[in-house]
């Protein structure tokens, strides 16, 4: 089954501690993209990739890292959390060109203490 | 650069009313454009596209999308809704072409009254 994995579903951490949110694609889509969403706001971009070793800002990258070492996978990486990293993450990967629309993974419910 | 604007944050239908969604883009030349849905709990699910073409393009779960250039609006329709279709309705924009950034509307919630 085409899909985006993402784990954790569900992810409670306390300030400051380095965590990492994995996404997987098995669709061999170069294009894929992390979102955060948060009530009132809809989905920002916090960063995007167009190919391996190929990443970009979004619209609010602040204090989050990606790394796309293989197609398939795009994680998301959280140096130092901050409550106000709290938040709905979903990751979605598209072919490049975007044609197909977005495939979504189910997201990532993530809470900082 | 491209935008989406979601004017209803809230619709309130009864079950089997028909329903319409609001979306209206700004972006210089005819962009794709998208309908997305998400459930409680859930990721976006793509419900339809448009590209070009026929302006009125179908869906799944029985919802259409009429894609109309002089008013830049890309409103999402249902004749006869059903309490399942509660959710989070997202209309998308994204720029032909090239590389594909797509810009998300805020969302327009779907409250389905039996």
């Known amino acids: 089954e085409a899909q985006v994995t993402q784990n954790p579903r569900y992810l409670i951490t306390v300030t400051g501690k380095k965590l990492t949110v994995t996404c997987s694609q098995n669709?061999?889509?170069?294009?894929m993209s992390w979102y955060r969403q948060d009530p009132g706001l809809g989905l920002r971009q916090i960063y995007y990739s167009m190919n391996v070793e190929v990443t970009d800002k979004g619209d609010v990258p602040e204090g989050y890292k990606v790394s796309r070492k293989e197609k398939r996978n795009f994680p998301l990486i959280l140096e130092s959390p901050s409550p106000n990293q709290t938040s709905l993450y979903f990751c979605?990967?598209?072919?490049?060109?975007?044609?197909?629309?977005?495939?979504f993974g189910s997201g990532t419910r993530l809470t900082v203490v | 650069a491209q935008s989406v604007t979601q004017p209803d944050i809230h619709i309130t239908v009864s079950e089997g009313a028909s329903l319409e969604l609001r979306c209206n883009y700004s972006y210089g030349a005819t962009p794709y454009l998208f309908w997305y849905v998400q459930s409680p709990g859930q990721g976006l699910q793509l419900l339809l596209k448009?590209?070009?073409?026929?302006?009125l393009v179908q869906g799944i779960k029985g919802f259409e999308a009429e894609f109309k250039r002089s008013q830049s609006s890309f409103n999402l329709r249902k004749p006869s809704v059903h309490w399942s279709d509660a959710a989070e309705y997202f209309c998308?924009?994204?720029?032909?072409?090239?590389?594909?950034?797509?810009?998300f509307g805020r969302g327009t919630s779907l409250i389905v009254h039996p």
């Open positions: 998308a924009v994204g720029a032909k072409g090239g590389s594909y950034i797509p810009t």
């Open positions: 448009y590209f070009s073409g026929d302006t």
């Open positions: 979605a990967s598209s072919l490049l060109g975007g044609a197909g629309g977005y495939t």
């Open positions: 669709m061999n889509h170069e294009y």
